[in-house]
């Protein structure tokens, strides 16, 4: 099984980059996915570093690391990047023999981003097409509010499972839940840091900050 991640990645912190070696291996993931979303719908356009140099700061990154990939599929599409139509193009990658066909994909996403899904393109057809994999920071209480939603917004259908990891539906793909370690880092915070002049040294790879100090971004 795969974890497609996307996300601004604006810039990529070490935040994102714990969190996801954690689910990697708690859900023995053979490989996760990392893609920059060129043009973000949901997201002001302020402060937003160029999308090739958010490319290359992942790109950086994954490389050399086992099991992380870096991929521009949504910088290769033009328009708002949509993402039942990145779902579909990594399926469509698939079936050209670009990718192992025995590799599943998942969607993994942040709570806030799962809370958001409703005003996103075609969502009923995300739960059609992937499952999800919503990353829960702290604890399990967070469960509950994940349950309702589903309940209100998405299907009536979904029943969480004994263990309280996943909800699962007679038609539809299953949502996993994956309680992950919080890590107090985000990209607003480094961004503030930057234009004050603070160090960004450990909140940040190595790689990343040099981009950001060559590029001169966030200033």
């Known amino acids: 099984m795969a974890g497609l991640f996307g996300g601004t990645f604006n810039p990529l912190h070490n935040g994102h980059i714990g969190i996801i070696k954690y689910v ?47 991929s521009d599929i949504e910088l290769r599409r033009k328009g708002p990047s949509f993402t039942i139509d990145t779902i579909n193009a990594f399926k469509q990658t698939t079936l050209k023999g670009n990718h192992d066909p025995m590799l599943h994909f998942s969607l993994l996403m942040g709570s806030d981003a799962f809370f958001d ?56 793909q299953p949502v996993r839940i994956c309680n992950v370690p919080k890590i107090d880092i985000s990209s607003t915070m480094i961004r503030a840091r930057v234009k ?24």
């Not at 402060?47 to 958010?54: G, H, I, T, V």
């Open 24 to 70: 990697k291996q708690a859900l023995h993931l053979q490989k996760i996915f990392l893609f920059p979303s060129a043009t973000p719908p949901h997201k002001s356009r302020t402060d937003l570093a160029p999308a090739r140099d958010r490319m290359e700061m992942v790109r950086g990154w994954a490389k050399d690391r086992e099991g992380f990939y870096a």
């Open 117 to 172: 899904i409703i005003t996103w393109k075609k969502q009923a057809l995300i739960f059609q097409a992937i499952p999800i994999i919503v990353m829960l920071r702290g604890d399990q209480t967070g469960i509950d509010a994940i349950a309702s939603f589903i309940d209100e917004h998405i299907s009536k259908g979904y029943k969480l499972d004994n263990g309280q990891t996943q909800f699962t539906h007679e038609h539809l």
């Open 196 to 219: 004050k002049n603070q160090s960004i040294n450990g909140l940040v790879p190595a790689n990343v900050e040099n981009i950001i100090k060559q590029k001169d971004l966030y200033k």
